[in-house]
């Protein structure tokens, strides 16, 4: 029971990461990379994460074959 309970807050709280990481791409695509209230270039950020995912070759694939696994939703 306990463990459902955290495994809920877990999902929930990486949902809400993944939503607040999608609002401020749009955001920064709407206002540019000098909005006031975006802490860094956020696309520059997921671009450098895409790359190192892509030069990292069979590693790298792997990686992001389990990183993909945790968004799934069954």
Same mark, same amino acid.
């Not at 999902?11 to 607040?20: F, I």
């Given at each position: +029971? !306990? +463990? $459902? &309970?955290?495994?809920?807050?877990?999902? #929930? /709280?990486t949902?809400?990461g993944?939503? @607040?990481i @999608? !609002? @401020?791409?749009?955001?920064?695509?709407?206002?540019g990379?000098? @909005?006031?209230?975006?802490?860094? $270039?956020?696309?520059? %950020? !997921? &671009?450098?994460l895409? %790359? +190192?995912?892509g030069? =990292? =070759?069979? &590693? =790298? /694939?792997?990686?992001?074959?389990?990183?993909?696994?945790?968004f799934? #939703? #069954?």
């Amino acid at each position: +029971m !306990l +463990m $459902d &309970t955290v495994t809920g807050w877990i999902r #929930k /709280l990486t949902e809400a990461g993944v939503a @607040a990481i @999608a !609002l @401020a791409v749009v955001v920064q695509v709407i206002f540019g990379s000098g @909005a006031a209230f975006l802490p860094g $270039d956020v696309i520059a %950020n !997921l &671009t450098s994460l895409v %790359n +190192m995912f892509g030069t =990292g =070759g069979f &590693t =790298g /694939l792997i990686v992001l074959i389990i990183v993909a696994g945790f968004f799934i #939703k #069954k």
